[in-house]
């Protein structure tokens, strides 16, 4: 089989059914399969007539915990894996695949993400969170200087979107790569909950020597937020791996005083998050 296409559906029945209706529609041309990793509670079970879909029930232990089991289960070459909150577009998948399949020094690809305003997600093509690139991030220069690649290093809106490039990390909302890599690897790092777990794999994939490709001439739309409401529980993840990723990564590889300074600045944009969502109404102060 060409293709197995991972889907984690947590308590987003009706969404990760339009997904997969995007799949079916879109796909044309490769033998795939989609594994759906159910780890809801709301207790609305899924269910498709089609044999191509395949669910596995399971406990929450992560996104990334839900991914490797989809992996462990999958029967494809290739894997990708795809939010249930998207919807694919005519010759997405076929033609990355194509790209990705012709040179095997590619470690994963990603696509052009769009919101469904029709704008870039700039999360689709990133550099690493180092503490200087986070810095200017921080202080507002990469949207000032936004074609500089010292300035812009994070968010990399330097590269054109409809551009083919390598970059240090996509999103794991489209993320198609090999079987055999990924396993190479050893998958994502389940001591992410959610979020952080596509910039840490990209990061393992490089230190290997794969390329991470950003390919623009192809898109899909993601309804960012659908697949996780906002509350204080995502919101602490959403930090937390940040910090996880740092101690991982860049502990070592920086002075104590930078490791503070990390620290306090996750914290204060924790604060200004929470802040942000008590003063909206959408979570509880206390």
Known sequence: MDLSIIIVNYNTSLITQNAIKSIIDTIEELEYEIVVVDNSTDGNGLCFEDDRVRIFYIENKGFGNACNIGVNNALGKYILFLNSDTILNKGTVDEAFSYISKDDSIGAIGVRQLLPDGK???????????????????????????????????????????????????????????????????????????????????????????????????????????????????????????????????????????????????RVKYFFARRALVKKGEIQDG
């Open 120 to 266: 870039l997600d700039d999360g689709c093509k990133r550099g690493f969170p180092t503490p200087l690139n986070s810095l200017y991030y921080f202080l507002g220069l990469s949207k000032k200087y936004p074609n500089s690649k010292k300035y812009a290093a994070y968010k990399q809106t330097f590269i054109d979107e409809h551009s083919v490039a390598d970059v240090d990390c996509i999103s794991g909302a489209f993320m198609l790569m090999r079987r055999e890599v990924f396993n190479f690897v050893l998958g994502f790092d389940e001591d992410y909950f959610m979020y952080g777990e596509d910039v840490d794999l990209c990061y393992r994939l490089r230190q290997k020597g794969f390329r991470v490709v950003y390919y623009g001439k192809v898109c899909f739309t993601h309804l960012k937020g659908e697949s996780g409401a906002n509350s204080l529980f995502v919101l602490k993840h959403f930090y937390k791996s940040m910090q996880i990723f740092y101690d991982k990564h860049y502990k070592k590889k920086y002075c104590f005083i930078v490791g503070l300074l990390v620290k306090l600045g996750i």
